[in-house]
T-cell receptor, first 110, second 118 residues
Protein backbone atom coordinates (compact mmCIF):
# COMPACT_ATOMS: atom_id res chain seq x y z
CA UNK A 1 0.00 0.00 0.00
CA UNK A 2 1.15 3.49 -0.70
CA UNK A 3 2.52 5.28 2.29
CA UNK A 4 4.71 8.13 1.13
CA UNK A 5 3.35 11.62 0.90
CA UNK A 6 5.31 14.33 -0.82
CA UNK A 7 4.86 18.01 -0.60
CA UNK A 8 4.54 20.23 -2.37
CA UNK A 9 2.59 18.47 -5.09
CA UNK A 10 3.87 21.00 -7.58
CA UNK A 11 6.80 23.37 -7.50
CA UNK A 12 7.79 26.03 -10.01
CA UNK A 13 11.15 27.78 -9.77
CA UNK A 14 13.65 29.55 -11.97
CA UNK A 15 16.97 28.18 -13.08
CA UNK A 16 19.65 28.63 -10.49
CA UNK A 17 17.27 28.44 -7.57
CA UNK A 18 17.16 25.56 -5.12
CA UNK A 19 14.24 23.15 -5.01
CA UNK A 20 13.19 21.38 -1.83
CA UNK A 21 10.75 18.52 -1.72
CA UNK A 22 9.54 16.73 1.36
CA UNK A 23 8.33 13.21 1.95
CA UNK A 24 6.58 11.68 4.92
CA UNK A 25 5.90 8.03 5.56
CA UNK A 26 4.08 5.95 8.10
CA UNK A 27 5.85 2.72 8.99
CA UNK A 28 9.36 1.50 9.78
CA UNK A 29 11.71 1.40 6.86
CA UNK A 30 15.01 -0.10 5.87
CA UNK A 31 15.84 2.70 3.51
CA UNK A 32 14.26 5.51 1.57
CA UNK A 33 14.94 6.25 -2.06
CA UNK A 34 14.28 9.13 -4.39
CA UNK A 35 13.45 8.73 -8.04
CA UNK A 36 12.95 11.06 -10.96
CA UNK A 37 10.51 10.50 -13.78
CA UNK A 38 10.38 12.53 -16.92
CA UNK A 39 6.95 12.82 -18.47
CA UNK A 40 5.63 9.45 -19.56
CA UNK A 41 8.91 7.66 -19.12
CA UNK A 42 10.60 5.24 -16.75
CA UNK A 43 12.11 5.89 -13.37
CA UNK A 44 15.62 7.12 -12.74
CA UNK A 45 17.10 6.20 -9.39
CA UNK A 46 18.62 9.27 -7.75
CA UNK A 47 19.74 8.41 -4.27
CA UNK A 48 19.23 5.95 -1.44
CA UNK A 49 19.50 6.78 2.23
CA UNK A 50 19.53 4.08 4.86
CA UNK A 51 17.53 4.25 8.06
CA UNK A 52 20.69 4.76 10.12
CA UNK A 53 21.84 7.69 7.99
CA UNK A 54 20.75 11.27 8.48
CA UNK A 55 22.09 13.00 5.40
CA UNK A 56 23.51 12.06 2.06
CA UNK A 57 24.90 13.99 -0.88
CA UNK A 58 25.21 13.17 -4.53
CA UNK A 59 26.29 15.95 -6.86
CA UNK A 60 23.65 18.69 -6.64
CA UNK A 61 21.37 16.48 -4.57
CA UNK A 62 21.12 16.49 -0.81
CA UNK A 63 18.83 14.12 1.02
CA UNK A 64 18.00 14.13 4.69
CA UNK A 65 16.18 11.53 6.72
CA UNK A 66 14.56 11.95 10.11
CA UNK A 67 13.29 8.58 11.24
CA UNK A 68 11.82 10.02 14.44
CA UNK A 69 9.54 12.23 12.36
CA UNK A 70 9.28 9.69 9.55
CA UNK A 71 10.21 12.28 7.01
CA UNK A 72 12.78 12.96 4.34
CA UNK A 73 13.69 15.89 2.16
CA UNK A 74 15.33 16.19 -1.23
CA UNK A 75 17.19 19.36 -2.07
CA UNK A 76 18.29 20.11 -5.61
CA UNK A 77 20.73 22.98 -5.68
CA UNK A 78 21.32 25.34 -8.59
CA UNK A 79 18.45 23.85 -10.54
CA UNK A 80 18.48 23.57 -14.32
CA UNK A 81 15.71 23.37 -16.87
CA UNK A 82 16.69 19.72 -17.37
CA UNK A 83 15.68 19.04 -13.76
CA UNK A 84 12.05 19.51 -14.78
CA UNK A 85 10.39 16.20 -13.92
CA UNK A 86 8.33 14.45 -11.29
CA UNK A 87 10.15 13.33 -8.16
CA UNK A 88 9.03 10.44 -6.01
CA UNK A 89 10.18 9.14 -2.70
CA UNK A 90 9.91 5.41 -2.15
CA UNK A 91 10.22 3.53 1.08
CA UNK A 92 11.81 0.12 1.29
CA UNK A 93 10.62 -2.09 4.10
CA UNK A 94 13.07 -4.93 4.26
CA UNK A 95 13.14 -6.45 0.83
CA UNK A 96 9.58 -6.11 -0.25
CA UNK A 97 8.07 -3.84 -2.86
CA UNK A 98 8.97 -0.19 -2.83
CA UNK A 99 6.09 2.01 -1.78
CA UNK A 100 5.92 5.25 -3.69
CA UNK A 101 4.70 8.62 -2.58
CA UNK A 102 2.41 10.77 -4.65
CA UNK A 103 5.26 12.75 -6.11
CA UNK A 104 6.24 16.35 -6.61
CA UNK A 105 6.04 17.87 -10.06
CA UNK A 106 8.97 20.24 -10.50
CA UNK A 107 9.07 22.87 -13.23
CA UNK A 108 12.29 24.79 -13.73
CA UNK A 109 11.98 27.73 -16.06
CA UNK A 110 14.92 29.37 -17.83
CA UNK B 1 24.72 -1.82 -13.33
CA UNK B 2 21.90 -4.30 -13.50
CA UNK B 3 19.37 -3.88 -16.24
CA UNK B 4 15.72 -4.73 -16.47
CA UNK B 5 14.26 -4.74 -19.94
CA UNK B 6 10.54 -4.26 -20.42
CA UNK B 7 8.78 -4.84 -23.69
CA UNK B 8 6.92 -3.41 -25.47
CA UNK B 9 7.46 0.22 -24.53
CA UNK B 10 4.06 1.08 -25.88
CA UNK B 11 1.09 -0.80 -27.27
CA UNK B 12 -2.32 0.07 -28.65
CA UNK B 13 -4.96 -2.61 -28.66
CA UNK B 14 -8.68 -2.97 -29.26
CA UNK B 15 -11.16 -3.49 -26.47
CA UNK B 16 -11.63 -7.13 -25.65
CA UNK B 17 -8.21 -8.27 -26.72
CA UNK B 18 -5.37 -9.38 -24.45
CA UNK B 19 -1.96 -7.80 -24.18
CA UNK B 20 1.21 -9.36 -22.82
CA UNK B 21 3.99 -7.30 -21.31
CA UNK B 22 7.40 -8.84 -20.68
CA UNK B 23 9.91 -7.95 -18.04
CA UNK B 24 13.40 -9.44 -18.23
CA UNK B 25 16.35 -9.14 -15.93
CA UNK B 26 19.39 -9.11 -18.17
CA UNK B 27 22.28 -9.76 -15.86
CA UNK B 28 20.95 -10.95 -12.54
CA UNK B 29 18.51 -13.42 -11.10
CA UNK B 30 15.23 -11.73 -10.38
CA UNK B 31 13.88 -13.89 -7.60
CA UNK B 32 11.17 -11.34 -6.99
CA UNK B 33 9.42 -9.10 -9.47
CA UNK B 34 6.90 -6.37 -8.88
CA UNK B 35 4.34 -4.90 -11.22
CA UNK B 36 3.18 -1.31 -10.84
CA UNK B 37 0.56 0.74 -12.56
CA UNK B 38 0.62 4.48 -13.00
CA UNK B 39 -2.22 6.70 -14.15
CA UNK B 40 -1.44 10.12 -15.64
CA UNK B 41 -0.02 12.57 -13.12
CA UNK B 42 -0.31 10.02 -10.35
CA UNK B 43 2.07 7.84 -8.44
CA UNK B 44 3.04 4.22 -8.96
CA UNK B 45 0.62 1.79 -7.42
CA UNK B 46 1.81 -1.72 -6.66
CA UNK B 47 -0.35 -4.29 -8.41
CA UNK B 48 1.30 -7.55 -7.51
CA UNK B 49 4.44 -9.27 -6.31
CA UNK B 50 5.66 -12.45 -7.92
CA UNK B 51 8.30 -14.87 -6.80
CA UNK B 52 9.89 -17.21 -9.27
CA UNK B 53 8.03 -20.47 -9.51
CA UNK B 54 5.09 -19.50 -7.36
CA UNK B 55 1.81 -17.68 -7.72
CA UNK B 56 1.74 -13.94 -7.63
CA UNK B 57 0.43 -12.05 -4.64
CA UNK B 58 -2.00 -9.36 -5.69
CA UNK B 59 -2.70 -6.13 -3.89
CA UNK B 60 -6.19 -5.43 -2.67
CA UNK B 61 -8.46 -4.33 -5.47
CA UNK B 62 -6.40 -5.82 -8.28
CA UNK B 63 -8.24 -8.50 -10.22
CA UNK B 64 -6.00 -11.52 -10.56
CA UNK B 65 -8.09 -12.97 -13.38
CA UNK B 66 -7.72 -9.79 -15.34
CA UNK B 67 -4.04 -9.19 -14.74
CA UNK B 68 -2.31 -12.52 -15.17
CA UNK B 69 1.24 -12.68 -13.93
CA UNK B 70 3.64 -15.45 -14.76
CA UNK B 71 7.11 -15.64 -13.28
CA UNK B 72 8.26 -18.89 -14.77
CA UNK B 73 11.99 -18.26 -14.73
CA UNK B 74 14.54 -16.25 -12.81
CA UNK B 75 14.88 -13.78 -15.65
CA UNK B 76 11.38 -13.35 -17.00
CA UNK B 77 8.02 -12.24 -15.68
CA UNK B 78 5.03 -11.46 -17.82
CA UNK B 79 1.89 -9.45 -17.19
CA UNK B 80 -1.07 -10.22 -19.39
CA UNK B 81 -3.97 -7.80 -19.40
CA UNK B 82 -6.91 -9.94 -20.44
CA UNK B 83 -10.00 -8.65 -22.19
CA UNK B 84 -8.64 -5.14 -22.06
CA UNK B 85 -10.96 -2.17 -21.70
CA UNK B 86 -10.27 1.54 -22.10
CA UNK B 87 -10.06 1.94 -18.32
CA UNK B 88 -7.06 -0.40 -18.37
CA UNK B 89 -5.15 2.20 -20.34
CA UNK B 90 -2.22 3.13 -18.16
CA UNK B 91 1.54 3.04 -17.74
CA UNK B 92 2.76 -0.30 -16.42
CA UNK B 93 6.22 -0.66 -14.88
CA UNK B 94 7.98 -3.75 -13.63
CA UNK B 95 10.67 -3.93 -11.02
CA UNK B 96 13.00 -6.74 -10.09
CA UNK B 97 15.28 -7.55 -7.24
CA UNK B 98 17.46 -10.47 -6.27
CA UNK B 99 16.57 -11.49 -2.76
CA UNK B 100 19.58 -13.75 -2.65
CA UNK B 101 21.59 -10.57 -2.34
CA UNK B 102 19.96 -9.76 0.95
CA UNK B 103 17.29 -7.43 2.22
CA UNK B 104 19.03 -4.38 0.83
CA UNK B 105 19.29 -5.67 -2.69
CA UNK B 106 18.52 -2.81 -5.00
CA UNK B 107 15.31 -2.83 -7.00
CA UNK B 108 15.75 -2.21 -10.71
CA UNK B 109 13.01 -0.85 -12.91
CA UNK B 110 12.01 -1.51 -16.47
CA UNK B 111 11.40 1.33 -18.88
CA UNK B 112 7.64 0.97 -18.60
CA UNK B 113 4.89 0.10 -21.06
CA UNK B 114 2.23 2.56 -22.09
CA UNK B 115 -0.95 0.67 -22.85
CA UNK B 116 -3.75 2.36 -24.74
CA UNK B 117 -6.98 0.45 -25.22
CA UNK B 118 -9.27 1.80 -27.92
Amino acid sequence: SQQGEEDPQALSIQEGENATMNCSYKTSINNLQWYRQNSGRGLVHLILIRSNEREKHSGRLRVTLDTSKKSSSLLITASRAADTASYFCATDAYGYALNFGKGTSLLVTP
Amino acid sequence: GAVVSQHPSWVICKSGTSVKIECRSLDFQATTMFWYRQFPKQSLMLMATSNEGSKATYEQGVEKDKFLINHASLTLSTLTVTSAHPEDSSFYICSARDRNRGLEAEAFFGQGTRLTVV
